[in-house]
């Protein structure tokens, strides 16, 4: 069973730094892409903030850009995003996903 769990939400000031945790189990990790997507709203979809795939090429979306910077571990099977310079904007809940399977997700609070 493919599992994704996120760690590392909560509150952080505008113009702080945040790093976001995403551990997968169940599945070959490193054959995997992986993204990132946030959710400002229950009402609203979700919006891909960031991805990266098996070979480690980047690609990220305009809100965050220059911002947030993915990575991955493949030796700890982790995806991380690391959030500088975050905006009170981009409070949302934050999910991790790897093709079709989600994590619950971990909210970040950016207090202006």
């Known amino acids: 069973q493919v599992q994704l769990v996120e760690s590392g939400g909560g509150l952080v000031q505008a113009g702080g730094s945040l790093r976001l945790s995403c551990e997968i189990s169940?599945?070959?990790?490193?054959?995997?892409?992986m993204a990132w997507h946030r959710q400002e709203d229950p009402e609203k979809q979700c919006v891909l903030d960031a991805n990266i795939t098996a070979v480690g090429k980047t690609t990220y979306g305009a809100f965050v850009e220059g911002r947030f910077t993915i990575s991955r571990d493949n030796s700890k099977n982790t995806v991380y995003l690391q959030m500088n310079s975050p905006k009170p904007e981009d409070t949302a809940v934050y999910y991790c996903?790897?093709?079709?399977?989600w994590g619950r997700g971990t909210q970040i609070t950016v207090s202006s």
């Open positions: 169940g599945t070959t990790f490193s054959s995997r892409a």
């Open positions: 996903r790897a093709l079709l399977y």
